[in-house]
């Protein structure tokens, strides 16, 4: 049974850091995209980032602009992780990740990130 399953996320002070990683488990896990969505209260979900099979990363513009966010994987330990940096409270959201192999697509149950002005 496949499971994914966010965590690091909590309550941080808006400039600081922080790193949310999604776990994998019961597949194989080297043929994969992970993609990274958050979604901010009475907001639609919004994609973040996504981590490719072979290291390359591909980021929305917006994202990808202001070079905050960062996205990176370990195929050893089944994880990828979100580095954020320079948080802003607009960043409040639940953060899920979204993982894909072989034609199936698994989403974990979110970790929540709070910052706070």
């Known amino acids: 049974q496949v499971q994914v399953v966010e965590s690091g996320g909590g309550l941080v002070q808006a400039g600081e850091s922080l790193r949310v990683s999604c776990t994998v488990s019961?597949?194989?896990?080297?043929?994969?995209?992970v993609a990274w969505y958050r979604q901010a209260p009475e907001k639609e979900r919004e994609w973040v980032g996504t981590?490719?099979?072979?290291?390359?990363?591909?980021?929305p513009t917006s994202v990808k602009g202001e070079g905050r966010f960062g996205i990176s994987r370990n195929n050893a330990r089944k994880q990828v992780y979100l580095q954020m940096n320079s948080l802003k409270t607009e960043d409040t959201a639940v953060y899920y990740c979204?993982?894909?192999?072989?034609?199936?697509?698994?989403w974990g149950q979110g970790t929540r990130v709070t910052v706070s002005a």
């Open positions: 019961g597949t194989d896990f080297s043929v994969s995209t």
């Open positions: 981590i490719l099979n072979d290291g390359r990363v591909n980021y």
């Open positions: 979204n993982f894909k192999t072989h034609g199936f697509s698994y």
